[in-house]
Protein backbone atom coordinates (compact mmCIF):
# COMPACT_ATOMS: atom_id res chain seq x y z
CA UNK A 1 0.00 0.00 0.00
CA UNK A 2 1.03 4.25 -0.84
CA UNK A 3 1.71 6.08 2.33
CA UNK A 4 -1.36 7.76 1.96
CA UNK A 5 -3.65 7.06 4.72
CA UNK A 6 -6.23 3.87 3.39
CA UNK A 7 -9.67 4.90 2.97
CA UNK A 8 -12.64 3.80 4.99
CA UNK A 9 -13.17 0.63 2.55
CA UNK A 10 -10.19 -0.14 2.23
CA UNK A 11 -9.71 -0.36 6.49
CA UNK A 12 -13.16 -2.58 6.42
CA UNK A 13 -11.44 -4.87 4.39
CA UNK A 14 -7.91 -5.03 5.86
CA UNK A 15 -7.62 -2.84 9.05
CA UNK A 16 -6.29 -5.36 12.10
CA UNK A 17 -5.74 -8.50 10.19
CA UNK A 18 -2.72 -10.04 7.91
CA UNK A 19 -1.56 -13.08 6.40
CA UNK A 20 -1.80 -15.54 9.66
CA UNK A 21 2.39 -15.48 10.09
CA UNK A 22 2.08 -19.39 10.82
CA UNK A 23 -0.24 -20.68 7.78
CA UNK A 24 -0.52 -17.69 5.41
CA UNK A 25 -3.97 -18.07 5.76
CA UNK A 26 -5.27 -14.81 3.70
CA UNK A 27 -8.87 -14.86 6.49
CA UNK A 28 -7.78 -14.40 9.94
CA UNK A 29 -8.11 -17.85 11.15
CA UNK A 30 -10.68 -18.39 14.44
CA UNK A 31 -8.36 -18.99 16.76
CA UNK A 32 -10.41 -21.44 18.81
CA UNK A 33 -7.85 -21.72 21.41
CA UNK A 34 -7.94 -20.73 25.15
CA UNK A 35 -3.83 -20.47 26.30
CA UNK A 36 -0.94 -19.59 24.40
CA UNK A 37 2.34 -21.25 25.41
CA UNK A 38 4.92 -19.04 26.65
CA UNK A 39 8.43 -19.28 25.48
CA UNK A 40 9.87 -19.40 28.80
CA UNK A 41 9.09 -18.15 32.02
CA UNK A 42 11.09 -14.97 31.31
CA UNK A 43 8.59 -14.72 28.49
CA UNK A 44 5.86 -15.20 30.96
CA UNK A 45 6.95 -12.88 33.49
CA UNK A 46 7.10 -9.64 31.03
CA UNK A 47 3.95 -10.59 29.23
CA UNK A 48 1.97 -10.51 32.98
CA UNK A 49 4.10 -7.30 33.30
CA UNK A 50 2.56 -5.49 30.37
CA UNK A 51 6.32 -5.19 29.42
CA UNK A 52 5.60 -7.03 26.23
CA UNK A 53 2.48 -7.52 24.27
CA UNK A 54 1.19 -11.04 23.80
CA UNK A 55 -1.37 -13.55 24.69
CA UNK A 56 -1.84 -15.23 27.99
CA UNK A 57 -5.42 -16.10 28.25
CA UNK A 58 -8.32 -15.87 26.16
CA UNK A 59 -10.70 -14.53 28.61
CA UNK A 60 -8.24 -11.43 28.55
CA UNK A 61 -7.08 -11.18 24.90
CA UNK A 62 -7.56 -13.60 21.43
CA UNK A 63 -6.01 -13.18 17.89
CA UNK A 64 -9.38 -13.39 16.67
CA UNK A 65 -10.88 -10.83 19.02
CA UNK A 66 -7.96 -8.31 19.44
CA UNK A 67 -8.28 -7.98 15.66
CA UNK A 68 -12.12 -6.90 15.70
CA UNK A 69 -11.45 -4.36 18.10
CA UNK A 70 -8.22 -3.40 16.02
CA UNK A 71 -10.35 -2.91 13.12
CA UNK A 72 -12.85 -1.30 14.41
CA UNK A 73 -10.48 1.24 16.49
CA UNK A 74 -8.88 1.98 12.92
CA UNK A 75 -12.27 2.60 10.98
CA UNK A 76 -13.23 4.90 14.78
CA UNK A 77 -9.92 6.36 14.10
CA UNK A 78 -8.77 5.65 17.75
CA UNK A 79 -5.74 4.52 19.66
CA UNK A 80 -6.85 1.22 20.96
CA UNK A 81 -9.99 -1.11 22.07
CA UNK A 82 -11.29 -3.68 23.50
CA UNK A 83 -14.09 -5.89 21.77
CA UNK A 84 -16.68 -7.70 24.56
CA UNK A 85 -19.49 -9.94 24.59
CA UNK A 86 -22.47 -7.39 23.55
CA UNK A 87 -23.60 -3.63 23.60
CA UNK A 88 -24.47 -3.92 26.90
CA UNK A 89 -21.00 -5.00 28.06
CA UNK A 90 -19.48 -2.41 26.27
CA UNK A 91 -21.22 -0.07 28.08
CA UNK A 92 -20.19 -1.31 31.12
CA UNK A 93 -16.78 -1.83 30.37
CA UNK A 94 -16.74 1.91 29.27
CA UNK A 95 -17.15 2.89 32.38
CA UNK A 96 -15.95 0.60 34.77
CA UNK A 97 -12.15 2.39 34.87
CA UNK A 98 -13.48 5.92 35.25
CA UNK A 99 -16.55 4.96 38.22
CA UNK A 100 -16.47 3.87 41.67
CA UNK A 101 -19.03 3.66 44.17
CA UNK A 102 -21.06 7.25 44.59
CA UNK A 103 -20.06 8.16 40.98
CA UNK A 104 -22.68 9.34 38.49
CA UNK A 105 -22.60 9.66 34.20
CA UNK A 106 -24.68 12.37 33.00
CA UNK A 107 -26.54 10.63 30.61
CA UNK A 108 -29.24 11.95 27.13
CA UNK A 109 -32.56 10.48 28.28
CA UNK A 110 -32.60 9.86 24.69
CA UNK A 111 -31.20 5.85 24.12
CA UNK A 112 -31.78 2.60 23.48
CA UNK A 113 -34.80 1.36 25.96
CA UNK A 114 -32.36 -1.27 27.17
CA UNK A 115 -29.46 1.43 28.37
CA UNK A 116 -31.91 3.05 29.97
CA UNK A 117 -32.96 0.26 32.20
CA UNK A 118 -29.16 -0.75 32.93
CA UNK A 119 -28.77 3.02 33.56
CA UNK A 120 -31.60 3.50 35.78
CA UNK A 121 -31.03 0.55 38.11
CA UNK A 122 -28.59 -2.16 37.31
CA UNK A 123 -25.82 0.20 37.43
CA UNK A 124 -26.76 1.50 41.06
CA UNK A 125 -25.85 -2.39 42.49
CA UNK A 126 -22.56 -0.83 41.56
CA UNK A 127 -22.95 2.34 43.76
CA UNK A 128 -22.53 3.82 40.49
CA UNK A 129 -25.73 6.22 39.22
CA UNK A 130 -26.82 8.10 36.05
CA UNK A 131 -28.82 11.22 35.64
CA UNK A 132 -30.57 12.06 32.78
CA UNK A 133 -31.12 14.84 30.72
CA UNK A 134 -32.38 16.35 27.71
CA UNK A 135 -28.95 16.66 25.07
CA UNK A 136 -30.75 19.76 23.61
CA UNK A 137 -30.76 21.43 26.56
CA UNK A 138 -27.18 22.44 26.88
CA UNK A 139 -27.55 24.33 30.11
CA UNK A 140 -29.44 21.17 31.73
CA UNK A 141 -26.56 19.30 30.73
CA UNK A 142 -23.80 21.57 32.18
CA UNK A 143 -26.13 22.35 35.61
CA UNK A 144 -26.34 18.38 35.77
CA UNK A 145 -22.50 17.60 36.20
CA UNK A 146 -21.41 17.35 40.14
CA UNK A 147 -18.33 16.66 41.42
CA UNK A 148 -19.41 12.77 41.02
CA UNK A 149 -19.47 12.77 37.47
CA UNK A 150 -17.27 10.77 35.51
CA UNK A 151 -18.65 10.77 31.95
CA UNK A 152 -20.69 12.28 29.79
CA UNK A 153 -22.62 9.64 27.83
CA UNK A 154 -24.79 9.83 24.73
CA UNK A 155 -25.88 8.11 21.39
CA UNK A 156 -24.87 9.51 17.95
CA UNK A 157 -27.96 8.56 16.23
CA UNK A 158 -30.90 8.03 19.28
CA UNK A 159 -32.67 4.74 18.97
CA UNK A 160 -35.67 4.34 18.21
CA UNK A 161 -35.97 7.33 16.68
CA UNK A 162 -34.75 9.99 14.16
CA UNK A 163 -32.75 12.29 16.74
CA UNK A 164 -29.31 13.13 16.07
CA UNK A 165 -27.12 14.03 19.10
CA UNK A 166 -24.73 17.90 18.59
CA UNK A 167 -21.78 16.17 19.43
CA UNK A 168 -19.74 18.65 19.24
CA UNK A 169 -21.40 20.75 21.84
CA UNK A 170 -21.48 17.79 24.01
CA UNK A 171 -17.78 17.38 23.46
CA UNK A 172 -17.07 21.28 24.27
CA UNK A 173 -19.22 20.79 28.00
CA UNK A 174 -17.13 17.79 28.79
CA UNK A 175 -13.74 19.44 28.03
CA UNK A 176 -14.88 22.52 30.13
CA UNK A 177 -16.03 19.91 32.79
CA UNK A 178 -12.78 17.58 32.39
CA UNK A 179 -14.79 14.36 31.95
CA UNK A 180 -14.47 12.18 29.01
CA UNK A 181 -17.70 12.13 26.57
CA UNK A 182 -18.62 8.33 25.75
CA UNK A 183 -20.64 8.00 22.49
CA UNK A 184 -22.46 5.10 21.85
CA UNK A 185 -22.26 4.94 17.87
CA UNK A 186 -24.08 1.70 17.43
CA UNK A 187 -26.75 3.39 14.83
CA UNK A 188 -25.04 5.21 12.93
CA UNK A 189 -21.73 3.19 12.93
CA UNK A 190 -18.16 5.03 11.82
CA UNK A 191 -19.33 4.89 8.11
CA UNK A 192 -21.57 8.03 8.74
CA UNK A 193 -19.61 9.44 12.02
CA UNK A 194 -16.64 8.93 13.67
CA UNK A 195 -17.40 10.91 17.26
CA UNK A 196 -13.88 11.38 18.02
CA UNK A 197 -13.70 13.78 14.97
CA UNK A 198 -15.95 15.28 16.78
CA UNK A 199 -14.58 15.49 20.64
CA UNK A 200 -15.08 12.14 22.23
CA UNK A 201 -13.09 10.43 24.28
CA UNK A 202 -14.59 6.85 24.35
CA UNK A 203 -16.95 5.35 21.48
CA UNK A 204 -18.77 1.76 22.29
CA UNK A 205 -20.69 -0.27 20.06
CA UNK A 206 -23.35 -3.30 20.14
CA UNK A 207 -21.49 -5.13 16.96
CA UNK A 208 -24.66 -7.20 16.94
CA UNK A 209 -26.06 -4.37 14.44
CA UNK A 210 -24.70 -2.63 11.69
CA UNK A 211 -21.01 -3.94 12.17
CA UNK A 212 -21.90 -7.19 12.14
CA UNK A 213 -24.81 -6.92 10.20
CA UNK A 214 -26.96 -9.60 9.55
CA UNK A 215 -28.17 -11.38 12.62
CA UNK A 216 -25.40 -13.40 13.82
CA UNK A 217 -23.90 -12.37 16.32
CA UNK A 218 -24.26 -10.87 20.23
CA UNK A 219 -20.93 -8.62 20.46
CA UNK A 220 -19.67 -5.40 21.75
CA UNK A 221 -16.94 -2.86 21.10
CA UNK A 222 -15.04 -0.10 22.87
CA UNK A 223 -12.52 2.34 21.62
CA UNK A 224 -10.75 5.18 23.11
CA UNK A 225 -9.51 7.63 21.22
CA UNK A 226 -6.26 7.82 23.61
CA UNK A 227 -6.23 11.71 23.69
CA UNK A 228 -7.98 12.26 27.13
CA UNK A 229 -5.97 13.08 29.80
CA UNK A 230 -6.60 11.02 32.82
CA UNK A 231 -4.09 12.77 35.23
CA UNK A 232 -5.09 16.07 34.26
CA UNK A 233 -7.84 15.58 37.93
CA UNK A 234 -8.00 13.11 41.23
CA UNK A 235 -11.08 11.87 39.37
CA UNK A 236 -9.60 9.10 37.68
CA UNK A 237 -7.97 7.11 40.53
CA UNK A 238 -7.95 3.48 38.51
CA UNK A 239 -5.81 5.27 35.65
CA UNK A 240 -3.84 8.21 37.22
CA UNK A 241 -2.66 6.41 40.46
CA UNK A 242 -0.65 2.66 41.21
CA UNK A 243 -3.83 0.09 40.52
CA UNK A 244 -4.20 -2.03 43.18
CA UNK A 245 -5.94 -4.70 41.06
CA UNK A 246 -2.78 -4.71 39.02
CA UNK A 247 0.29 -4.55 41.00
CA UNK A 248 0.46 -0.74 41.61
CA UNK A 249 1.06 -0.42 37.50
CA UNK A 250 -0.12 3.06 37.01
CA UNK A 251 -1.98 2.79 33.55
CA UNK A 252 -1.93 6.48 32.56
CA UNK A 253 2.10 5.60 32.02
CA UNK A 254 1.47 3.90 29.37
CA UNK A 255 0.13 6.64 27.20
CA UNK A 256 -2.67 6.51 24.78
CA UNK A 257 -3.01 2.86 25.66
CA UNK A 258 -4.07 3.41 29.25
CA UNK A 259 -7.70 2.58 28.54
CA UNK A 260 -7.06 -0.12 26.30
CA UNK A 261 -4.57 -1.91 28.83
CA UNK A 262 -6.82 -1.34 31.87
CA UNK A 263 -9.78 -2.35 30.14
CA UNK A 264 -8.03 -5.78 29.27
CA UNK A 265 -5.92 -6.31 32.14
CA UNK A 266 -8.06 -5.27 34.48
CA UNK A 267 -11.76 -4.79 33.07
CA UNK A 268 -11.46 -8.19 30.88
CA UNK A 269 -9.80 -10.05 33.47
CA UNK A 270 -12.09 -9.57 36.37
CA UNK A 271 -15.52 -8.80 35.21
CA UNK A 272 -15.26 -11.61 32.35
CA UNK A 273 -17.71 -9.85 29.42
CA UNK A 274 -15.29 -11.80 26.67
CA UNK A 275 -16.28 -11.97 23.40
CA UNK A 276 -15.79 -15.81 21.66
CA UNK A 277 -13.49 -15.74 18.84
CA UNK A 278 -16.25 -17.76 16.21
CA UNK A 279 -18.36 -14.19 17.02
CA UNK A 280 -15.66 -12.09 16.23
CA UNK A 281 -14.95 -13.36 13.04
CA UNK A 282 -18.37 -13.34 12.34
CA UNK A 283 -18.13 -9.41 12.87
CA UNK A 284 -14.91 -9.24 11.11
CA UNK A 285 -16.62 -10.34 8.24
CA UNK A 286 -19.26 -8.46 8.24
CA UNK A 287 -17.44 -5.19 8.24
CA UNK A 288 -15.98 -5.88 5.58
CA UNK A 289 -18.91 -4.61 3.60
CA UNK A 290 -19.80 -2.02 6.27
CA UNK A 291 -19.46 0.78 3.92
CA UNK A 292 -21.87 -0.86 1.11
CA UNK A 293 -24.28 -2.03 3.19
CA UNK A 294 -24.49 1.08 5.12
CA UNK A 295 -24.75 3.43 1.70
CA UNK A 296 -27.80 0.90 0.82
CA UNK A 297 -29.31 1.26 3.90
CA UNK A 298 -29.26 4.96 3.71
CA UNK A 299 -30.35 4.96 0.66
CA UNK A 300 -33.38 2.87 0.89
CA UNK A 301 -34.36 4.19 4.60
CA UNK A 302 -34.63 7.89 2.81
CA UNK A 303 -36.78 6.54 0.13
CA UNK A 304 -38.96 4.72 2.52
CA UNK A 305 -39.01 7.94 5.20
CA UNK A 306 -40.19 10.11 2.40
CA UNK A 307 -42.68 7.70 1.07
CA UNK A 308 -44.36 7.70 4.51
CA UNK A 309 -44.74 11.10 4.69
CA UNK A 310 -46.64 11.59 1.67
CA UNK A 311 -48.99 8.35 2.90
CA UNK A 312 -52.67 8.31 4.42
CA UNK A 313 -52.94 7.15 8.00
CA UNK A 314 -49.05 8.81 9.30
CA UNK A 315 -48.98 11.35 12.17
CA UNK A 316 -45.14 11.43 11.83
CA UNK A 317 -42.29 10.54 10.86
CA UNK A 318 -39.58 10.46 12.72
CA UNK A 319 -36.08 10.57 10.61
CA UNK A 320 -33.45 13.53 10.69
CA UNK A 321 -32.98 12.68 7.10
CA UNK A 322 -36.21 14.52 6.18
CA UNK A 323 -36.28 18.50 5.36
CA UNK A 324 -39.20 18.42 7.58
CA UNK A 325 -37.34 16.82 10.75
CA UNK A 326 -36.04 19.50 13.49
CA UNK A 327 -33.15 17.48 13.30
CA UNK A 328 -32.36 18.31 9.38
CA UNK A 329 -29.71 21.01 9.44
CA UNK A 330 -27.59 19.08 12.63
CA UNK A 331 -27.72 15.76 10.56
CA UNK A 332 -26.04 17.39 7.72
CA UNK A 333 -22.92 18.69 10.50
CA UNK A 334 -23.23 15.20 12.22
CA UNK A 335 -23.98 12.17 9.62
CA UNK A 336 -23.39 14.00 6.51
CA UNK A 337 -23.87 10.50 4.62
CA UNK A 338 -27.26 10.33 5.38
CA UNK A 339 -29.17 10.12 8.71
CA UNK A 340 -29.01 6.36 8.97
CA UNK A 341 -31.48 3.96 8.61
CA UNK A 342 -33.53 3.35 11.56
CA UNK A 343 -36.64 5.55 12.69
CA UNK A 344 -40.16 5.54 13.87
CA UNK A 345 -43.15 6.41 12.38
CA UNK A 346 -46.19 7.55 14.65
CA UNK A 347 -50.15 5.80 13.32
CA UNK A 348 -53.25 8.07 13.54
CA UNK A 349 -54.58 4.65 14.68
CA UNK A 350 -52.67 4.81 17.57
CA UNK A 351 -51.39 2.01 19.66
CA UNK A 352 -54.36 -0.85 17.92
CA UNK A 353 -53.13 0.24 14.60
CA UNK A 354 -49.45 -0.34 15.08
CA UNK A 355 -49.84 -3.98 16.49
CA UNK A 356 -52.05 -4.85 13.33
CA UNK A 357 -49.26 -3.58 11.60
CA UNK A 358 -46.79 -5.24 12.93
CA UNK A 359 -49.00 -8.34 12.60
CA UNK A 360 -49.49 -7.73 8.91
CA UNK A 361 -46.37 -7.26 7.57
CA UNK A 362 -45.06 -10.03 5.46
CA UNK A 363 -41.18 -8.93 4.41
CA UNK A 364 -40.56 -6.93 7.64
CA UNK A 365 -40.10 -9.10 10.63
CA UNK A 366 -40.93 -8.41 13.83
CA UNK A 367 -38.07 -8.66 16.37
CA UNK A 368 -36.45 -6.72 18.92
CA UNK A 369 -33.04 -6.22 16.71
CA UNK A 370 -32.15 -3.80 14.07
CA UNK A 371 -29.17 -2.84 12.19
CA UNK A 372 -29.91 -6.30 10.20
CA UNK A 373 -29.59 -7.16 6.42
CA UNK A 374 -33.35 -7.40 6.68
CA UNK A 375 -35.90 -4.53 7.15
CA UNK A 376 -37.51 -5.22 10.71
CA UNK A 377 -40.05 -3.46 12.89
CA UNK A 378 -41.34 -3.49 16.13
CA UNK A 379 -43.31 -1.69 18.35
CA UNK A 380 -41.46 -0.26 21.14
CA UNK A 381 -44.51 0.45 23.61
CA UNK A 382 -45.25 -3.19 23.92
CA UNK A 383 -41.35 -4.39 23.62
CA UNK A 384 -38.68 -3.28 23.83
CA UNK A 385 -39.49 -0.02 25.87
CA UNK A 386 -42.55 -1.76 28.15
CA UNK A 387 -40.42 -1.55 31.16
CA UNK A 388 -40.43 2.55 31.33
CA UNK A 389 -42.86 4.47 32.93
CA UNK A 390 -45.13 6.51 30.17
CA UNK A 391 -42.92 9.86 31.37
CA UNK A 392 -39.73 7.87 29.88
CA UNK A 393 -41.10 6.25 26.93
CA UNK A 394 -42.50 9.71 25.81
CA UNK A 395 -39.22 10.90 26.47
CA UNK A 396 -37.37 8.26 24.55
CA UNK A 397 -39.46 9.17 21.48
CA UNK A 398 -41.45 5.82 21.94
CA UNK A 399 -44.84 6.98 22.74
CA UNK A 400 -47.97 4.63 22.36
CA UNK A 401 -48.66 5.01 18.76
CA UNK A 402 -45.07 4.88 17.57
CA UNK A 403 -43.70 2.04 15.48
CA UNK A 404 -39.79 1.58 14.97
CA UNK A 405 -38.50 0.86 11.41
CA UNK A 406 -34.87 -0.70 10.80
CA UNK A 407 -34.80 -0.25 6.96
CA UNK A 408 -32.79 -3.08 5.46
CA UNK A 409 -30.84 -3.51 2.17
CA UNK A 410 -33.37 -5.29 -0.08
CA UNK A 411 -34.65 -4.14 -2.96
CA UNK A 412 -37.03 -0.31 -2.06
CA UNK A 413 -39.66 -0.92 -3.96
CA UNK A 414 -40.48 -4.58 -2.18
CA UNK A 415 -39.99 -2.32 0.77
CA UNK A 416 -42.35 0.08 0.61
CA UNK A 417 -45.10 -2.31 -0.60
CA UNK A 418 -45.25 -4.45 1.73
CA UNK A 419 -45.23 -1.41 4.46
CA UNK A 420 -48.64 -0.09 1.81
CA UNK A 421 -49.91 -3.44 1.97
CA UNK A 422 -49.71 -3.62 5.99
CA UNK A 423 -50.77 0.17 6.44
CA UNK A 424 -54.05 -0.70 4.48
CA UNK A 425 -54.47 -3.65 7.07
CA UNK A 426 -53.86 -1.54 9.93
CA UNK A 427 -57.06 0.60 8.27
CA UNK A 428 -54.26 3.46 7.38
C1 LIG B 1 -28.64 -3.00 20.76
C2 LIG B 1 -28.07 -1.78 21.31
C3 LIG B 1 -27.35 -1.79 22.52
C4 LIG B 1 -27.12 -3.06 23.30
O1 LIG B 1 -26.37 -3.97 22.55
P1 LIG B 1 -26.45 -5.57 22.75
O2 LIG B 1 -25.45 -6.09 21.80
O3 LIG B 1 -27.86 -5.99 22.45
O4 LIG B 1 -26.09 -5.80 24.19
C5 LIG B 1 -26.84 -0.61 22.97
N1 LIG B 1 -27.04 0.56 22.32
C6 LIG B 1 -27.73 0.60 21.16
C7 LIG B 1 -27.91 1.91 20.48
C8 LIG B 1 -28.27 -0.55 20.62
O5 LIG B 1 -28.97 -0.49 19.48
Given at each position: ?????????????????????????????????????????????????????????????????????????????AAGGIACSSGHAAQIMALFPLMGPDCNVVSSSRLYG????????????????????????????????????????????ANPGGYVTDLDAMAKIADKAGLPLIVDNTTATPWLCRPIDHGATLVVHSATKYLTGNGTVTGGVVVDSGKFD???????????QPEPAYHGLTFAALGEMAFTFHATAVGLRDLGMTLNPQAAHYSLMGIETLGLRMERHVANARAVAEWLEKRSGIEAVTYAGLESSPYYERSKAIVPKGAGALF??????????????????KLFSHVANLGDTRSLIIHPASTTHRQL??????????????????????DVDDIIADLDQGLSAAGA
Open positions: MSDKTPGFDTLAVHAGTEPDPATGARQIPIYQSTSYVFRDADHAARLFNLEEVGFIYSRLTNPTVNALANRVAALEGGTITQFSHTIRRFGWSATFVDTDDLDAVEAAIDENTRAIFCETIWSASDKFPSLSTVALEGGYDACVKLVDSLEAEQQMRAGAAPNVVRLSIGIE
